[in-house]
């Protein structure tokens, strides 16, 4: 069942359910409360919720992406009305990434407003008389703790070892701040649980165009599984990433579509959401722009050089040169995909890599290197060379989407991104925000 997101927010609004793009509730006066709704609530009340869940995934995932995209040199963010993109998040001048900036508090309060979201959605499944059997309680369960699990997933990549909350049921005592291994396994478990009851489940709920081929059970759970894959390499669980891509969509048919994956979708509607990661051609005030290395570090005759395209005229600002800008989103309605056919296919050749099934891993990287137009390579014969090789793909087949920080900071090689001014730092996470310290 298909919803589109701006019609979805037009139905979540009479019951006073919508979340703003700040993440303000729209109160409206004549709909019970959130605390009475979630006593027992109707499916329809239940549906809204998990519209609107779905809907807030996309709040401010713009912050997300250029922040690690920036500490991981992947792309520059100049702002005319913020220098802060090229001062502290470059590690200008300061010598701690300081815990009361926007590219902290702002993708911790986005993602945990979606956690709270999953939390009143699961309370609302336990007290629902509307409810009539165990496959449809557990259709929307294992929606919740999928969707719950991959919003943890994205704080913690942030944070990493400074950890992050688990436990936000109630705003005026929330739980510890757990480490990161507790953390992932935390999450890991929580998917986990969710494959489970989607073995038996049904969806009672529409969910938007964006998981077209994925809103039933036995698809969406090719959904949980990948996402479960990428919590697993995480962990360095090797075999364990094997098995759920098995179960997963991932493809390497000849000719299969790199792009395939549930997606956030946009649209210029009323109530709703452009996104926010598309900025206007050969801007001068609010530019992404693409880091040298990444044109120059390409393979001659790769077509992903398509997704930085060359200004009409070059930029500089705050002594940082470039002549490239990120252009992975082309329009204000692009949709951003939350996990996709190329990622898992990468996901392989790394565990298989770290399995030392080396044949098999140059099969996965050489699938990805032929389907960007350049010639297989025929000497990754080693590990070493294989990790080398990995990485370097990864890097090119994800650019712009937010992975490349989190790759060199699991292989200890944040030293070797680039810095381009005296006194820049790369820094290896994010603090917890200020507000939660004194909490």
Known sequence: MKLKIASAIAIMAGFGLVTSCKNEAITNPNAPSMEEIIKNPTLTQLNSLVIGTESAMRNRLDIYVDAVSVLGREYYRHSGSDPRWT??????????????????????????????????????????KYITNQKMEDGYIAFTKTIKAYQLLLILNGTHDNGIRLEVTDPYKPGPIVTRAVALE??????????????????????????????SPANFRKFNRAIASRVAIYRERWAEALTFLQNSFMSMAAGADLNVGPKHIY????????????????????????????????????????????????????????????????????????IRNEELILIQAEAHTRNNALVLAADAVNFIRTSHGLTARLDLDTQAKLIDEVLKQRRFSLWGEGHRWIDMRRYNRLAALPVDRTGDKIWPQIPIPLAENNR
């Open 87 to 128: 001062d502290v998040i470059l590690g200008s001048g300061t010598t701690a990434l300081p815990a009361g900036g926007f590219f902290a508090s702002i993708p911790w309060d986005s993602r945990y407003n979606v956690v709270k979201n999953c939390n009143l959605l699961l309370q609302g499944i336990e007290n629902s």
């Open 267 to 338: 649209s210029l509607g009323n109530n709703d959401q452009v996104n926010e990661l598309f900025l206007q051609e050969d801007n001068e005030d609010e530019v992404q722009m693409a880091h040298p290395s990444y044109i120059t570090d390409m393979e001659a005759g790769d077509d992903r050089l398509q997704k930085a395209r060359l200004r009409a005229k070059a930029i500089s600002f705050e002594e940082l040169d470039g002549t490239h800008e990120m252009r992975v989103y082309k329009t204000q309605t692009d949709p951003v995909s939350i």
């Open 186 to 215: 935390a999450i890991a478990t929580m998917l986990n649980e969710a494959d489970a009851l989607l073995d038996d489940a049904e969806f009672a709920f529409p969910l938007s165009e964006g998981f077209e081929d994925f809103d």
